[in-house]
């Protein structure tokens, strides 16, 4: 509840008009609930799917790819534990398969009937395509079991947790656009009433400066190899030095005018005004 500013007999005199909750009785009675359980259900379980607190949105939610959320912190994870199985050998198996894989659909290993495969557990000699690959696929298989049990569990788990969120990003980042009516083909190129928009917002998005928000997001797109770039982003500063300094009550004086310094003439508007005789022609008798 806000601070009241009115004196005593201003809000005894106003409290006297206030509203109750009499004869509502499916939110007010005795063994009633102000909100149905279903309602808050529906929100939590339909609705509050974002990565931020209690499933609330972030900008990063819905274009997290455009700066590398989540990817640069899980690529290089991915990466680095991929090279050091392939030194040690734990993929080399798998390798040969998939190489495998390749010279069959480009009919290196001959054509049908004749599909040879020389080597491996899938070595044999294959009537189709499909069959050749399907003996392959078997064989990929075994070699990522040999592959999961050789890397252990900690490492295994690692790279299931960096796909994971990375591919859950990727589908989730489409469905967020399409509930929130972004549609990327029925935008105008080259539109100007966005742009304009959205040069004045700078100083607002600047001070959302949580985790994967707005601030955090421009900056991350930002160029800031050239004067753009580094323009945006010194608009978000402004932005939270503005705030900061109402905070404490101090006035600044760099605000742009609203009107030019070459104000335009004024339009000749019609008339509103009477004249003696128009004024006495209106009075009713």
Do not use: C
Request: aromatic fraction near 8%.
């Amino acid at each position: 509840m806000t601070t009241l500013t009115q004196t005593a007999a201003e809000t005894a005199a106003y409290t006297k008009k206030l509203g109750t909750l009499k004869g509502l009785d499916l939110i007010n009675g005795p063994s009633s609930t102000p909100v149905p359980a279903a309602v808050p259900t529906y929100y939590l379980t339909q609705l509050a799917k974002g990565s931020g607190p209690n499933g609330t949105y972030l900008i990063t939610d819905f274009f997290g790819s455009a700066v590398g959320v989540p990817y640069n912190e899980y690529l290089p994870t991915v990466t680095s534990t991929i090279t050091t199985q392939l030194a040690a050998g734990t993929l080399t198996t798998l390798n040969a398969v998939y190489s495998q894989m390749v010279s069959v659909v480009t009919s290196a290993f001959g054509v049908p009937p004749l599909i040879t495969i020389p080597s491996g557990s899938a070595a044999g000699v294959y009537a189709t395509y499909d069959a050749a690959l399907a003996a392959l696929v078997t064989a990929a298989n075994a070699a990522v079991g040999a592959a999961i049990t050789a890397m252990g569990t900690t490492t295994t788990a690692s790279l299931n947790t960096a796909w994971y969120t990375m591919t859950s990003h990727s589908a989730n980042e489409a469905a967020f656009q399409a509930k929130a009516s972004i549609d990327y083909a029925t935008m105008t190129a080259g539109a100007e009433l966005p742009i304009t928009a959205f040069i004045p917002s700078l100083a607002g998005y600047g001070q959302e400066t949580q985790e994967g928000m707005a601030a955090q997001f421009l900056e991350g797109i930002a160029n800031t190899t050239n004067q753009y770039g580094q323009a945006m982003i010194g608009a978000l500063r402004e932005g939270r030095n503005t705030a900061g300094v109402n905070a404490v009550n101090l006035k600044i004086d760099n605000a742009v005018p609203s009107l030019p310094d070459a104000v335009p003439p004024q339009a000749t508007l019609s008339s509103s005004e009477y004249t003696p005789a128009e004024a006495r022609a209106q009075v009713q008798t």
